[in-house]
Nanobody
């Protein structure tokens, strides 16, 4: 059973930084494109960033230049380094994995990020 477990969320002041981690298990990690999504209260879930199996990244315009996605295939982990955080970044952040061969998609349980003074 594939599992994705996020960690690293919390409360941070505007302008601060956080690093989210997503640890994957029961999967061949290098066969997956990995992504981060977020959902703010009362809003739809939105894509934040993803990193392909070959480590090429892409970002939503709202986070470009502030967030960095990376992966460590040896640790089966994907990271989201968030800097210059804004109140509008407050959301539950979800990790996503998509198998590049079967297109099966898995989600983590989410981690709360709150940006507030």
């Amino acid at each position: 059973q594939v599992q994705l477990v996020e960690s690293g969320g919390g409360l941070v002041q505007p302008g601060g930084s956080l690093r989210l981690s997503c640890a994957a298990s029961e999967m061949i990690f290098s066969d997956y494109d990995m992504g981060w999504y977020r959902q703010a209260p009362g809003k739809q879930r939105e894509w934040v960033a993803h990193i392909r199996w070959d480590s090429s990244p892409n970002y939503a315009d709202s986070v470009k230049g502030r967030f960095t996605i990376s992966r460590d295939n040896a640790k089966n982990t994907v990271y989201l380094q968030m800097t210059s955080l804004k109140s509008e970044d407050t959301a539950v952040y979800y990790c996503n994995g998509r198998n590049i061969y079967s297109d099966h998609t898995y989600w983590g349980q989410g981690t709360q990020v709150t940006v507030s003074s």
